[in-house]
């Protein structure tokens, strides 16, 4: 079967491919390259022993999403993954979220509405939730209003694929994940953000190889354990195995409704601070860091309650916080090499 992955070589689509070319799936993906290299693919194909097809096309470009389906019209699924995603960079760039985010979403779908049955799977985000009421979160807790523009540009998509799939033949899952780290085993693939790093973990690796010269770490006065922000980080392996599950269930007929919504984590919420802490026993290095102000868009406290992903997805987490932590070590010494 084929299947289009957008953003396919970011840092969870690429180990997505990875999982989907593992399964047998003929695998076509889109890219822009705007986060990413195109030596991903020479990466996954060491892993996989296979090269994807791939497709430079930015989907804010109308005419050429509609000329992509006019060329590929046995497509099965689609895994959308392409979207800017920093907390951070939303608040400062907000328009350049939604227009990204949100345009990219509805041309892919106006394509999809026209075929007789369509299977969609959405990469959301627990960002979604703002500050839950109550840990650990579960599908059914109230979404809050958005913290940042990229948490809101997940709740409209997510909004926009409920609404379009109560009139058309498809059918979608909501994935929302919460905090994607590590990398591949192999060393192949990883986390490979152009400039500063956005995102905790990578900013870590980078410091701990010497390339920053130290971490900061946004606030320490928040209502937690040891007054630093919680997470429910998730080896993106396990996360990748999680997507090619819910396509199968699709596939297979097996949803219950049009619209499906699971969360992706561990379960577990993990400070900054234990996070250094694992990055430092794993590396045998110890990490420079400073406490400063927190970030606006922030919050205190995220982490899942797998239940539903677990029992009705069949799917759950594997990996340990260090074991992930190895393996973004891993990653990037070898590409520091």
Known sequence: MKVLVTGGLGFIGSHTVVE??????????????SN???????????????????????????EKVQNFFQRHTDISGVIHFAASKAVGESVEDPLLYYENNISALIYVLKELQQKSEANFIFSSSCTVYGQAEKMPITEDAALQQAMSPYGNTKAVGEE????????????????????????????EIGELPLGVPQNLVPFITQTGFGLRKELAVYGDDYPTPDGTAVRDYIHVVDLAKAHVIALQRLLHKKNISKVEI???????????????????????????????GRREGD??????????????????????????????????????S
Do not use: C
């Open 160 to 187: 926009i694929i409920t609404d379009t799939a109560k009139v058309t033949n498809i059918n979608a899952i909501l994935l929302r994940y919460f905090n994607p780290i590590g990398s591949h085993p192999s060393a």
């Open 36 to 62: 990413t290299s195109l030596s991903v693919l020479d990466g996954i194909q060491n892993i996989t022993g296979k090269v994807p097809q791939f497709e430079n096309i930015d989907l804010r470009e109308k």
């Open 20 to 33: 989907l070319q593992n399964e047998g799936f003929e695998v076509i993906i889109i890219d822009n390259l």
């Open 299 to 336: 919050i205190t406290s995220a982490y899942a309650n797998t239940d539903k992903a677990n029992d009705v997805l069949g799917w759950k987490a594997q990996s340990t916080l260090d074991e992930a932590m190895a393996s973004a070590w891993k990653w990037e010494q070898k590409i520091r």
């Open 262 to 292: 699971f969360n992706l984590g561990t379960g577990t919420g993990s400070s900054v601070l234990e996070v250094i802490r694992s990055f430092e026993k794993v590396s045998d290095k110890k990490l420079p860091y400073k406490i400063v």
